[in-house]
């Protein structure tokens, strides 16, 4: 009984895998999703569009098993009831009003009307679009579109938000506020944020999967995974000349250009042969080149 | 039903939407309200004695058909030029020497006469006569039956490559004429008076004008609303949701239906409240329009609409919109516009306010056609919600014609 009602707050994700045609775009992924905000962090095209759209039944997974707070994903009517999904790429009618927009999938969610206006006022307001619920959806900033994007996947108060690289092309100010947003939602559900900005991850998740080539490269706290890093990453001042040798025989994370000379700072399993080399406090980033550099996802040097 | 009703509204905001009532309302003015129901032209419904002319009546008279059919023939035969309409459109065929040998023979067979008694009729009609005026008489019923002249003429048509005025089941229409009598003509007005009371006669010819426009117009609006969705990026937010895809896809059909339905009803009341007021409206049946708009063109608005949902979500838009100018095409183009009614052809057409007896007559093909373009249209949305469901769920992306030629071209 325990047991169940543990599973009832997980997404349980075994040994899955996804194939379009020969391409293998998932390579058996383990993975278990907690209560609060999950990352899922890749570069493009790793497989993390894949894995969403797979948990939102929008993809049949080739093989393996995934249940979602208990119910398994064969059961789509039963997971889209319980699942808010925000895609990479999306807009709404455009000739519709900001409110009729969120009525129509409601509806659509299968809210009575009196549910629907109440959710509607109370998302409008949580996510700042109250002033502009008269406006077409076509008169919306891109910023707007998508606040709209996270109150439409809110609307039916799902158990599970997924959200696919929703910061991509936002400006600071906006990409500060939707991960604040994020970061209130999450308080009462499971919450999948997929993004290759390793920033959005360290501002709003506490636990994290890296994804590469279809495979979970890494999967546990961010913390952990900084800890990881810990030794690992070096600074040095070289003269601008050598740069081109220094990325060549090493992998450089950052560059910072001081006249002449560049301070660079330096993923290395071992101190780098650079005069001045000094050791580094690792961030997220260098952890995330650091956990793909030693699953050979990136050669000495940078390549691939 | 509130989906439906979110359905209806969205359709109501669409473009393409409008421009169908557009074409619908000025097509039914233009053709039916403005032209068959102009007050002098109803005025002419009811003969009176003394008139020169009431009209032509078509007759199946082998008297009458076989000398102006074989002077047509002979005519056409004499100066090579011939007119037909394969495809609807209009072909003018020059014969070479072979095909115009055995033209030469029918021509021979049907009148008689040989190749140089027949020259000098071409002759004579250089000289000044007037070949259809001065028709010589050929004498062909002592010589040939009706069937066998009727074999000559299907061969005649065969040569010309078919579409011409010599096919059998054109020879009463293009050669039958003859000038209607008073009697004919008032036994006529009387069916429509006390058989039709007036407003069924009409409502025929409403549903024959209608039907044309119907069985292709509606796929452009199901084809844009079936696209809306990729169309403005929502398809995912959609797929997302709890509702079932036979849900949406059901209330998208019948939303589609009802609002495609709407501007033929408000034009079938136009029409209805012009005769009514011409007629008064104690002499008409009050219920035709409404009656023969829903037995008649709902089944065509539907299986247009089904076969387009159906086509759209299977391949494309513009695949669908393609496949329904065929099918309504071929189909306009093989029916004759009054007299038969074939149980699976799609366009059912009577194009006349009288013949009442011709169309009751076919009643049963005429149901038996209306239900089974009911049930097409209906075992089509039936599909749809299931290939939808397949998208939804990954597990079929539709089917690209454009992408499979220029696969197939690549490969090649």
Redesign the interface.
Known sequence: MKEKRKADDKIIIKNVSKFYGQKKALDSVDLTIEKGMFGLLGRNGAGKTTLMKTIATLHPKSSGEISVCGVPIEKAKDIRSMTGYLPQEFSMYPSMKVDECLDYLGVLSGMDKKLRQERTDMLLKKVNLQKHRKKKVRQLSGGMLRRLGIAQALLHDPKVLIVDEPTAGLDPEERIRFRNLLGEVAEERIVILSTHIVGDIEASCKKLAILNDGKILWNGKVRDLVDEADGKVWSAVVDSRFLPQVKSACTVTGMVMQGSSTQVRIVSESKPDIGGARREEPNIEDAYIYCLYRNNCIAEGGGE | M??YT?ECK?IS?SVIYWIFCAIMVLFLVSQFLGEELRDDRLVLNEPQQGWQDYGTAYTDDPEIIMPAAANALVRCYLINEYRTYPLGFIHIVHLKTAEKEKMCMICEKITGMDENELKDILNSVENGNDMYHDQPDYDIQSRLTYEEFKAFMTEADSILGGGSSFAPEQLSLQFGGVPKTYEQAKAEYDELAEKDRFTNGYARLFCDYGGIFLSLLPVFVAAALCT?DKR???Y?????????SSK?VLSRFAALVTMLMLPVLVMALWSHIKIAMFYTVSRVDNLAFLKYTFIWLLPTVIAATGMGMLVTEFFSGIAAVFAQFVWWFASVMTTPIAGKISTFGFVVRHNTIGERDVFMGQMHQFTVNRLFFTAVGLVCALLTAFVYDLR????FNGIRMSEKMLRHQSQS
Do not use: P, T, W
């Not at chain 2, 995912?236 to 079932?244: D, F, K, N």
């Not at chain 2, 939804?392 to 597990?395: A, D, E, L, N, V």
């Open positions: 509130m989906l979110k969205k905001r809306s403005s990026r929502m995912q937010l959609i797929y997302s949701r709890e509702v079932s949406i939804r769920g990954g597990k």
